[in-house]
Protein backbone atom coordinates (compact mmCIF):
# COMPACT_ATOMS: atom_id res chain seq x y z
CA UNK A 1 0.00 0.00 0.00
CA UNK A 2 1.45 3.27 -0.61
CA UNK A 3 1.94 5.57 2.43
CA UNK A 4 -0.30 8.77 1.66
CA UNK A 5 1.37 12.00 3.17
CA UNK A 6 -0.90 14.98 2.99
CA UNK A 7 1.60 17.64 3.17
CA UNK A 8 -1.30 19.37 6.03
CA UNK A 9 2.16 19.19 7.75
CA UNK A 10 3.37 22.63 6.91
CA UNK A 11 0.00 24.19 5.28
CA UNK A 12 -0.01 26.50 2.76
CA UNK A 13 -1.76 29.93 2.96
CA UNK A 14 -3.29 29.81 -0.11
CA UNK A 15 -5.69 33.19 -0.08
CA UNK A 16 -1.67 34.80 -0.86
CA UNK A 17 -1.68 33.46 -4.23
CA UNK A 18 1.43 32.12 -3.20
CA UNK A 19 0.99 28.79 -5.02
CA UNK A 20 3.95 25.95 -3.84
CA UNK A 21 4.56 24.99 -7.67
CA UNK A 22 6.09 28.33 -7.61
CA UNK A 23 8.68 27.61 -5.57
CA UNK A 24 9.06 23.66 -6.51
CA UNK A 25 12.67 25.01 -8.16
CA UNK A 26 16.28 25.07 -6.31
CA UNK A 27 17.78 28.19 -4.48
CA UNK A 28 20.12 29.36 -6.06
CA UNK A 29 22.49 33.11 -5.10
CA UNK A 30 21.06 35.50 -7.27
CA UNK A 31 23.52 35.06 -10.16
CA UNK A 32 24.23 32.28 -13.10
CA UNK A 33 25.69 29.17 -12.22
CA UNK A 34 24.71 26.37 -14.95
CA UNK A 35 27.62 26.89 -16.82
CA UNK A 36 29.59 25.19 -13.64
CA UNK A 37 31.38 28.46 -12.23
CA UNK A 38 31.05 28.59 -8.89
CA UNK A 39 30.86 32.27 -8.26
CA UNK A 40 29.40 35.58 -10.11
CA UNK A 41 33.31 36.53 -9.95
CA UNK A 42 34.55 32.85 -11.51
CA UNK A 43 31.57 33.47 -14.12
CA UNK A 44 32.68 36.59 -16.01
CA UNK A 45 36.52 36.24 -15.53
CA UNK A 46 35.66 32.88 -17.20
CA UNK A 47 34.24 34.43 -20.19
CA UNK A 48 31.33 32.05 -19.68
CA UNK A 49 29.10 35.48 -19.18
CA UNK A 50 29.99 36.60 -22.50
CA UNK A 51 29.43 32.92 -23.93
CA UNK A 52 25.92 32.78 -22.59
CA UNK A 53 24.65 36.39 -24.05
CA UNK A 54 25.61 34.74 -27.47
CA UNK A 55 22.80 31.73 -26.86
CA UNK A 56 19.32 33.39 -27.48
CA UNK A 57 17.19 30.77 -25.46
CA UNK A 58 19.56 30.88 -22.94
CA UNK A 59 17.46 32.64 -19.47
CA UNK A 60 19.01 35.85 -19.16
CA UNK A 61 20.14 37.96 -16.04
CA UNK A 62 18.14 41.06 -15.37
CA UNK A 63 16.04 42.52 -12.66
CA UNK A 64 13.02 41.08 -14.05
CA UNK A 65 9.76 43.16 -15.07
CA UNK A 66 11.74 45.81 -14.80
CA UNK A 67 12.68 49.22 -16.39
CA UNK A 68 15.36 51.28 -17.65
CA UNK A 69 16.81 53.44 -14.98
CA UNK A 70 16.78 57.63 -15.75
CA UNK A 71 20.12 58.89 -16.12
CA UNK A 72 21.44 59.86 -12.43
CA UNK A 73 18.59 57.45 -10.44
CA UNK A 74 20.17 55.26 -7.90
CA UNK A 75 23.63 57.30 -7.16
CA UNK A 76 25.04 54.80 -4.77
CA UNK A 77 24.55 52.23 -7.39
CA UNK A 78 27.89 50.34 -7.92
CA UNK A 79 29.12 48.08 -10.25
CA UNK A 80 32.12 45.24 -9.13
CA UNK A 81 33.93 44.07 -11.94
CA UNK A 82 36.95 41.80 -12.51
CA UNK A 83 40.07 43.99 -11.51
CA UNK A 84 41.76 44.94 -15.03
CA UNK A 85 39.30 44.15 -17.65
CA UNK A 86 37.54 46.85 -19.73
CA UNK A 87 34.07 48.04 -18.15
CA UNK A 88 31.61 46.18 -19.69
CA UNK A 89 28.42 43.59 -19.27
CA UNK A 90 30.68 40.68 -19.36
CA UNK A 91 32.92 41.36 -16.48
CA UNK A 92 29.84 42.93 -14.35
CA UNK A 93 29.62 40.05 -11.63
CA UNK A 94 27.96 41.91 -8.59
CA UNK A 95 26.12 45.05 -7.65
CA UNK A 96 26.78 46.93 -4.73
CA UNK A 97 25.47 50.43 -2.35
CA UNK A 98 28.24 53.31 -1.67
CA UNK A 99 26.98 53.33 2.06
CA UNK A 100 30.07 56.16 2.44
CA UNK A 101 32.83 57.83 0.35
CA UNK A 102 35.23 54.69 0.32
CA UNK A 103 32.47 52.01 1.64
CA UNK A 104 30.69 49.97 -0.56
CA UNK A 105 28.00 47.61 1.03
CA UNK A 106 27.09 44.07 -1.30
CA UNK A 107 26.26 39.97 -0.66
CA UNK A 108 28.96 38.41 0.17
CA UNK A 109 28.74 34.97 -2.20
CA UNK A 110 30.32 37.96 -4.64
CA UNK A 111 33.83 38.10 -2.26
CA UNK A 112 34.05 34.80 -1.85
CA UNK A 113 33.79 31.88 -3.59
CA UNK A 114 35.01 28.29 -4.45
CA UNK A 115 38.39 27.66 -6.06
CA UNK A 116 39.71 25.17 -8.24
CA UNK A 117 40.98 23.08 -5.60
CA UNK A 118 37.70 22.79 -3.71
CA UNK A 119 38.40 25.19 -0.80
CA UNK A 120 36.52 28.64 -0.34
CA UNK A 121 38.31 32.15 0.10
CA UNK A 122 37.51 35.83 -0.33
CA UNK A 123 39.05 37.31 -2.96
CA UNK A 124 41.88 39.80 -3.14
CA UNK A 125 41.65 43.47 -3.74
CA UNK A 126 43.45 43.52 -6.91
CA UNK A 127 40.76 40.60 -8.14
CA UNK A 128 38.02 43.68 -7.91
CA UNK A 129 37.48 46.84 -9.61
CA UNK A 130 34.34 49.30 -8.76
CA UNK A 131 32.44 51.43 -11.19
CA UNK A 132 31.13 54.79 -9.37
CA UNK A 133 28.98 57.05 -10.60
CA UNK A 134 27.29 55.78 -13.78
CA UNK A 135 23.88 53.92 -14.64
CA UNK A 136 26.02 52.65 -18.15
CA UNK A 137 28.58 50.29 -18.62
CA UNK A 138 30.31 51.45 -21.16
CA UNK A 139 34.01 52.03 -21.57
CA UNK A 140 34.90 55.89 -20.72
CA UNK A 141 31.64 56.07 -18.02
CA UNK A 142 31.72 56.66 -14.55
CA UNK A 143 35.21 56.57 -11.78
CA UNK A 144 36.23 52.79 -12.22
CA UNK A 145 38.14 52.66 -8.44
CA UNK A 146 40.53 50.22 -7.38
CA UNK A 147 39.68 48.09 -3.80
CA UNK A 148 41.73 48.40 -0.90
CA UNK A 149 40.23 45.82 1.39
CA UNK A 150 37.52 43.05 1.47
CA UNK A 151 35.53 41.96 4.30
CA UNK A 152 32.49 39.48 4.33
CA UNK A 153 30.83 38.89 6.94
CA UNK A 154 32.30 35.93 9.48
CA UNK A 155 29.39 34.17 9.90
CA UNK A 156 28.93 33.38 5.93
CA UNK A 157 29.73 30.30 4.90
CA UNK A 158 29.78 29.58 1.08
CA UNK A 159 28.04 26.55 1.13
CA UNK A 160 25.06 28.13 2.56
CA UNK A 161 22.84 31.40 1.99
CA UNK A 162 22.51 33.06 5.38
CA UNK A 163 24.80 36.01 6.65
CA UNK A 164 25.10 36.86 3.01
CA UNK A 165 26.32 40.34 3.40
CA UNK A 166 29.81 42.20 2.91
CA UNK A 167 32.05 45.29 3.01
CA UNK A 168 34.46 46.29 0.05
CA UNK A 169 36.79 49.41 1.00
CA UNK A 170 37.18 51.51 -2.15
CA UNK A 171 41.11 52.53 -2.16
CA UNK A 172 40.01 56.39 -2.93
CA UNK A 173 36.64 58.28 -2.78
CA UNK A 174 35.05 58.67 -5.96
CA UNK A 175 36.00 61.71 -8.06
CA UNK A 176 32.60 61.88 -9.60
CA UNK A 177 29.03 62.55 -8.43
CA UNK A 178 27.60 60.27 -6.65
CA UNK A 179 25.34 59.74 -3.14
CA UNK A 180 25.66 57.55 -0.54
CA UNK A 181 22.73 55.76 1.05
CA UNK A 182 21.78 55.33 4.72
CA UNK A 183 20.89 51.82 6.07
CA UNK A 184 18.05 51.34 9.09
CA UNK A 185 18.96 50.47 12.45
CA UNK A 186 17.00 47.43 14.29
CA UNK A 187 14.37 49.17 14.84
CA UNK A 188 13.52 50.52 12.15
CA UNK A 189 14.17 47.72 10.10
CA UNK A 190 11.21 45.97 11.30
CA UNK A 191 8.93 48.59 10.88
CA UNK A 192 10.47 48.10 6.68
CA UNK A 193 9.91 44.43 6.98
CA UNK A 194 6.51 44.07 6.61
CA UNK A 195 4.27 42.58 3.75
CA UNK A 196 2.92 45.04 1.52
CA UNK A 197 5.75 47.59 1.91
CA UNK A 198 7.12 49.15 -1.44
CA UNK A 199 10.66 48.45 -2.51
CA UNK A 200 12.61 49.05 -5.85
CA UNK A 201 15.38 46.38 -6.63
CA UNK A 202 18.12 47.72 -9.03
CA UNK A 203 21.24 46.09 -10.98
CA UNK A 204 22.81 45.34 -14.43
CA UNK A 205 22.59 42.15 -16.62
CA UNK A 206 20.93 40.97 -19.27
CA UNK A 207 17.53 41.35 -21.34
CA UNK A 208 15.55 38.52 -21.99
CA UNK A 209 16.91 35.78 -24.28
CA UNK A 210 19.88 36.73 -23.15
CA UNK A 211 20.93 39.64 -25.24
CA UNK A 212 23.24 41.91 -22.65
CA UNK A 213 22.16 45.41 -21.57
CA UNK A 214 24.78 48.22 -20.18
CA UNK A 215 21.98 49.98 -18.59
CA UNK A 216 20.69 50.12 -14.96
CA UNK A 217 17.52 48.48 -14.66
CA UNK A 218 14.88 49.03 -12.15
CA UNK A 219 11.69 47.17 -11.09
CA UNK A 220 9.32 48.30 -8.22
CA UNK A 221 8.30 45.03 -5.85
CA UNK A 222 6.81 44.81 -2.38
CA UNK A 223 8.03 43.13 0.85
CA UNK A 224 6.40 39.61 1.49
CA UNK A 225 5.45 37.96 4.65
CA UNK A 226 8.78 35.68 5.33
CA UNK A 227 6.18 32.61 7.01
CA UNK A 228 4.03 32.82 3.65
CA UNK A 229 7.91 32.25 1.37
CA UNK A 230 8.80 29.98 3.76
CA UNK A 231 5.51 27.91 3.98
CA UNK A 232 5.45 27.97 -0.20
CA UNK A 233 9.26 26.77 -0.16
CA UNK A 234 8.96 24.08 2.42
CA UNK A 235 5.63 22.23 1.31
CA UNK A 236 6.99 22.55 -2.20
CA UNK A 237 10.68 20.79 -1.28
CA UNK A 238 7.85 18.56 0.96
CA UNK A 239 6.14 17.47 -1.83
CA UNK A 240 9.33 16.93 -4.07
CA UNK A 241 10.51 14.88 -1.08
CA UNK A 242 7.93 12.81 0.01
CA UNK A 243 7.68 10.30 -3.22
CA UNK A 244 11.32 9.32 -2.18
CA UNK A 245 10.03 9.12 1.42
CA UNK A 246 6.88 6.29 0.59
CA UNK A 247 9.50 4.62 -1.41
CA UNK A 248 12.25 3.92 1.35
CA UNK A 249 9.57 3.44 3.73
CA UNK A 250 7.80 0.83 2.04
CA UNK A 251 11.35 -0.86 1.10
CA UNK A 252 12.31 -0.79 4.59
CA UNK A 253 9.23 -1.67 5.90
CA UNK A 254 8.29 0.70 8.30
CA UNK A 255 4.82 0.79 9.69
CA UNK A 256 2.40 3.11 8.15
CA UNK A 257 1.81 5.05 11.94
CA UNK A 258 6.06 5.12 12.57
CA UNK A 259 6.72 6.39 8.92
CA UNK A 260 3.80 9.40 9.88
CA UNK A 261 6.18 10.39 13.11
CA UNK A 262 9.65 10.21 11.13
CA UNK A 263 7.92 12.27 8.48
CA UNK A 264 6.75 15.13 10.63
CA UNK A 265 10.09 14.72 12.10
CA UNK A 266 12.08 15.12 9.29
CA UNK A 267 9.96 18.26 7.95
CA UNK A 268 10.44 20.02 11.66
CA UNK A 269 13.86 19.85 11.57
CA UNK A 270 13.95 21.15 7.97
CA UNK A 271 15.43 24.77 7.71
CA UNK A 272 13.46 27.58 6.76
CA UNK A 273 15.03 28.68 3.39
CA UNK A 274 14.14 32.40 4.31
CA UNK A 275 16.06 33.24 7.80
CA UNK A 276 15.07 35.88 10.09
CA UNK A 277 18.09 37.61 8.58
CA UNK A 278 16.59 37.68 4.87
CA UNK A 279 13.99 39.86 3.60
CA UNK A 280 11.77 37.92 1.26
CA UNK A 281 10.17 40.47 -1.74
CA UNK A 282 8.02 40.34 -4.94
CA UNK A 283 4.83 40.49 -6.30
CA UNK A 284 1.96 38.01 -5.62
CA UNK A 285 1.08 37.95 -9.91
CA UNK A 286 4.58 37.50 -10.27
CA UNK A 287 7.28 38.18 -12.69
CA UNK A 288 8.99 41.02 -10.86
CA UNK A 289 11.81 40.40 -9.14
CA UNK A 290 16.21 40.08 -9.05
CA UNK A 291 17.53 37.85 -10.94
CA UNK A 292 21.52 36.72 -12.48
CA UNK A 293 23.81 39.03 -12.19
CA UNK A 294 22.05 41.63 -9.77
CA UNK A 295 23.88 39.81 -6.54
CA UNK A 296 25.05 42.35 -4.59
CA UNK A 297 22.81 44.95 -5.30
CA UNK A 298 20.45 47.52 -3.35
CA UNK A 299 16.95 46.81 -2.17
CA UNK A 300 15.55 50.47 -1.31
CA UNK A 301 12.46 51.64 0.51
CA UNK A 302 10.91 55.09 -0.50
CA UNK A 303 9.87 57.17 2.34
CA UNK A 304 8.07 59.82 2.77
CA UNK A 305 9.98 62.78 2.45
CA UNK A 306 10.89 61.51 -0.91
CA UNK A 307 14.33 59.92 0.14
CA UNK A 308 15.65 56.16 0.21
CA UNK A 309 16.93 53.79 2.72
CA UNK A 310 18.56 50.75 1.88
CA UNK A 311 17.01 47.70 3.34
CA UNK A 312 18.27 44.50 1.34
CA UNK A 313 21.07 43.25 -0.84
CA UNK A 314 20.22 41.39 -3.29
CA UNK A 315 21.03 37.41 -2.51
CA UNK A 316 19.39 34.39 -3.70
CA UNK A 317 16.28 33.37 -5.90
CA UNK A 318 14.94 30.76 -7.53
CA UNK A 319 16.56 28.15 -10.32
CA UNK A 320 14.64 27.98 -13.31
CA UNK A 321 13.41 24.13 -14.18
CA UNK A 322 15.17 24.20 -16.89
CA UNK A 323 18.42 24.48 -14.77
CA UNK A 324 19.80 27.48 -16.49
CA UNK A 325 19.62 30.90 -14.88
CA UNK A 326 16.48 32.11 -12.87
CA UNK A 327 12.69 31.21 -12.75
CA UNK A 328 11.65 34.64 -14.08
CA UNK A 329 7.88 33.90 -13.36
CA UNK A 330 8.71 33.13 -9.75
CA UNK A 331 6.98 35.61 -7.00
CA UNK A 332 10.29 36.42 -4.99
CA UNK A 333 13.30 36.55 -4.34
CA UNK A 334 15.36 37.03 -0.81
CA UNK A 335 17.50 39.75 0.06
CA UNK A 336 19.71 40.04 3.25
CA UNK A 337 17.58 42.27 5.68
CA UNK A 338 20.75 44.71 6.70
CA UNK A 339 19.19 46.16 9.45
CA UNK A 340 20.41 42.93 11.40
CA UNK A 341 23.72 43.58 10.90
CA UNK A 342 24.37 47.31 11.46
CA UNK A 343 27.10 46.49 14.79
CA UNK A 344 29.23 44.47 12.26
CA UNK A 345 28.94 47.07 9.85
CA UNK A 346 29.96 49.86 12.39
CA UNK A 347 32.80 47.44 13.96
CA UNK A 348 34.44 46.80 10.47
CA UNK A 349 34.27 50.51 9.25
CA UNK A 350 35.87 51.93 12.59
CA UNK A 351 38.56 49.83 12.62
CA UNK A 352 39.42 50.48 9.29
CA UNK A 353 39.56 54.35 8.96
Keep these: ?????????????????????????????????????????????????????????????????????????????????????????????????????????????????????????????????????????????GDLIEVEAVFKHPSYVGTQFDFDIALVKLARAPMVPYQTIEVPDGEFGDILNKQGVTTVVTGWGLQEGAMPSPELRQAQIQILDRDLCNNAMMEARAEDAAGGFTYAAQTLGVAEQDAYAIWDELVARAPLPVSENMICSGTFEGGKTSCNGDSGGPLVVPLDDGSYIQAGIVSWGLTATTGKGCEETALFSAYTNISKFVPWLNQVIAANP
Design 1 to 141: MRLRFGLALLPLVLATGLGAETAATELAPAFAAEEGNSSPFAFAKSGAKAARAAVADTAGAKVIGGEIAAEGAWPWQVALLVGGTPVGTDTQFCGGSLVMDEWVLTAAHCVHWKGDDGTFADLLPQDIEVLVGTNELSPGR
